[in-house]
């Protein structure tokens, strides 16, 4: 991903907010990212604008060598359908789906059949730790468990971009730890970037680059603990 002097504006005249304000990032395949820095800094509002959700006011982004600004609205929902895996603060699962059910939604949507897609989401779920509870309700499952079969329904259909809001900020500190370690492992791949916006000090650990941002800005950019950990 690439982005260049994007700014985002809310509103107009006097009530006009400029949540981002000229922003440059390049994020490579292969690379767990975070965003850091205070509410309201404008983590989320750039995330995204790179997972083509919203528009920039100004400002040049490019994902996947793909320019999102010159996209029309059509052909930016099948990239993000086709590309862009979402993990959320709230699991927003189906309540009345199993948890192989919840998982395979992306790939039912993209019209495949049924016994193929829950199979598909069966193996992800394996993979996350969950081979036993496919049959499960979201009820059934404690919240660290909701959130595999949230971050198997983001990699159900192979993206290449992975964006995290919050992952970790409904968790406590040992499930927080295990769902970072999952993404780390499972989600971080050579053709994939992952971003994470969070405020989670705990996770930073996890971290390539850690981007922090303050009003509207990137403020700086360094390597993560994990960069360190590896080299």
């Not at 500190?173 to 969070?198: C, F, H, K, S």
Request: hydrophobic content about 45%; proline content about 4%; charged content about 20%.
């Amino acid at each position: 991903m690439r982005c260049r002097g994007v700014t985002k504006d809310f509103g107009t005249g006097g009530s006009l907010t400029r949540a981002l304000r000229g922003v440059d990032l390049d994020v490579p395949s292969g690379e767990l990212l975070m965003l850091v820095g205070p509410s309201g800094c404008g983590k989320t509002t750039l995330v995204s604008i790179l997972a083509g959700t919203l528009e920039p006011t100004a400002g040049d982004v490019t994902v996947l060598g793909q320019d999102l600004v010159a996209m029309s609205n059509g052909r930016k929902v099948r990239f993000r359908r086709e590309n862009v895996g979402f993990v959320f603060q709230a699991f927003n699962l189906l309540p009345a789906l199993t948890a192989a059910e919840n998982a395979a939604v992306p790939l039912l949507i993209a019209g495949w059949g049924r016994h193929a897609a829950i199979e598909a989401a069966g193996a992800v779920l394996d993979e996350l730790g969950l081979g036993d509870r496919l049959a499960s309700l979201p009820s059934e499952l404690s919240g660290g468990q909701q959130q595999r079969v949230a971050i198997a329904r983001a990699l159900v259909h192979g993206p290449r971009l992975l964006v995290c809001d919050e992952p970790t900020s409904a968790l406590d500190a040992e499930n927080g730890r295990i769902t970072m370690e999952l993404i780390q492992r499972i989600a971080v791949q050579p053709g994939r970037a992952v971003i994470v916006v969070t405020h989670d000090a705990r996770v930073y650990a996890f971290a390539d680059r850690i981007a922090s941002m303050e009003d509207g800005r990137i403020d700086s950019l360094t390597a993560g603990p994990h960069a360190a950990g590896s080299a």
